[in-house]
C-alpha cells in the first residue's frame, strides 16, 4: 500500500534549531559539559588518558581528509567549466560546496567565534588543572585567548552534510546518506576532541548547528533547494 503523504519541499529548519535551543538550556542548567568530560580525565594523574591514544590520533588526523577532498573536486570543476561548457550543469552543486567549507569552517567557525568568542578550553580551565575559569556556551569569554567554541575539526566532519541539502530535491535516500556521513564524522571528530581535552560537548553540537544552517543557505542561494525545473543534474 503506497503512502499518499506528501514529502516537505524544504529540508527541516524549526527541529534542528528546537534541538540546539534544548541542548544548550541542557548546558546552562546542568553540568553535562563535564560530564562528557570527565569520561577522558584521570584526576588522579590528572591526565586526559586518551590524548596520546593512537586511534584518536588517526581519526583527527585523517577524517577531515575527504571533507578536504571534495573542497578540491569542486574547485576543480568550477574553473574547468570556464573552458569546459559540459561541466557547467554541475556547477551549483560544486559552488555550494565551496560556500559551505569558505563560510563555515573557514569564516564563521574558525575565523569569527573561535578567534573572538573566548571559550576557555576544558584542559586550560581550573577544573581540569589550567588557571581559567569555565565558560558557559554562549557566554563570551575572553576573545583572541581562549578558542573553544565552536569544536573547528567537528566542523569539517559535519561538512558532509551539505550533500543533504545539495541532493534534498533529486534523491532522498542519497541526501539522508550525506546527513548520516556528516553527522557521524562530526561526532567522531568532535569525541576525538573533547577526548584530548580540547573542545567541550557543547562546542561540538553548535559546530553541526552552525553547518547544518550554512549548508541550507548555500543550497538556497545556489538554487538547489527550488522546483525540480532549476535542478543541476
Known sequence: MTSNKPHPTRPPIVLPLLIALVLTVI???????????????????????????????????????????????????????????????????????????????GLVVNSIFKDWYGRPRPKNTIEYGGEKEFCPVWVIGQPGESKSFPCGHASVGFYFMAGYFCWWRKNRRVARRWMAAGLGAGTLLGLARMACGAHWFSDVVWAGVFIYFISYLSAWACGLLRDQSEQLV
Open 27 to 105: 548546558a546552562w542548567l546542568t553540568r553535562v559539559d563535564f560530564m562528557f568530560q570527565d569520561l577522558f580525565f584521570t584526576a588522579n594523574s590528572g591526565n586526559w588518558f586518551l590524548k596520546s591514544d593512537l586511534v584518536i590520533n588517526i581519526i583527527y588526523e585523517y577524517t577531515p581528509i575527504p571533507a578536504f577532498v571534495i573542497f578540491a573536486i569542486s574547485l576543480i570543476i568550477v574553473l574547468s567549466s570556464i573552458w569546459k561548457k559540459t561541466w557547467r550543469r554541475f556547477n551549483r552543486i560544486a559552488i555550494c560546496w565551496l560556500l559551505v567549507m569558505a563560510l563555515g569552517p
